[in-house]
């Protein structure tokens, strides 16, 4: 019988891999389309575009996978936190670019837009797309559902 490898966090591995490999494809046609467009300020737009809408969905992702053996309330405080200060940074980094004119903001917006629903895209499918155990097998020799203890676990 074959298992599939990695444990409860394959899929999430799945879907970040997924994810940086759609952002990549997007930044590449990105620019292009963008240099071709506009000129070097459409390059620019569209490489911060891909970095802030890209960035934003795959820290997530990540910092889903580094918190995936934490205790609930603990993952839950860190990605709230992650997520604030995710926003932060957005919302800095957008208010640092605003006054400046080196990129084509059409550019930044489209490929922004675009990053976030490819990303998100990718990642999911990458998760769908997994083989997942709805058990996890006990290393004691039996297989249960996961946090609940075998007929090999309980004494008589």
Same mark, same amino acid.
């Not at 759609?22 to 300020?41: E, F, K, T």
């Not at 936190?81 to 084509?104: C, E, N, R, T």
């Given at each position: ?11 999430? =591995? =799945?879907?970040?891999? !997924? ?19 506009? +000129? ?13 809408? +890209?960035? !934003? ?44 004119? !080196?990129?084509? =903001? ?33 290393? =004691? ?16």
């Amino acid at each position: 019988m074959m298992m599939p490898s990695g444990g409860s966090t394959a899929a999430l =591995r =799945r879907a970040v891999r !997924f994810g940086a490999l759609g952002l990549v494809a997007l930044a590449v046609i990105g620019v292009a389309v963008s240099g071709l467009v506009a +000129g070097l300020p459409g390059v620019w737009g569209a490489l911060l575009g891909a970095g802030i809408g +890209g960035g !934003f969905v795959l820290i997530t992702a990540v910092t889903v996978l580094a918190t995936a053996k934490l205790p609930p309330l603990t993952a839950a405080a860190v990605l709230l936190g992650s997520w604030l200060l995710k926003m932060a940074v957005a919302l800095i980094a957008l208010g640092l670019l605003s006054p400046l004119d !080196f990129y084509s =903001r059409t550019s930044l917006a489209i490929v922004m837009v675009g990053a976030l629903i490819l990303v998100l895209g990718s990642e999911t499918w990458g998760v769908l797309g997994s083989k997942m155990l709805y058990v996890e097998p006990n290393t =004691r020799g039996g297989a249960g559902v996961a946090g609940e203890p075998s007929s090999s676990d309980t004494k008589e």
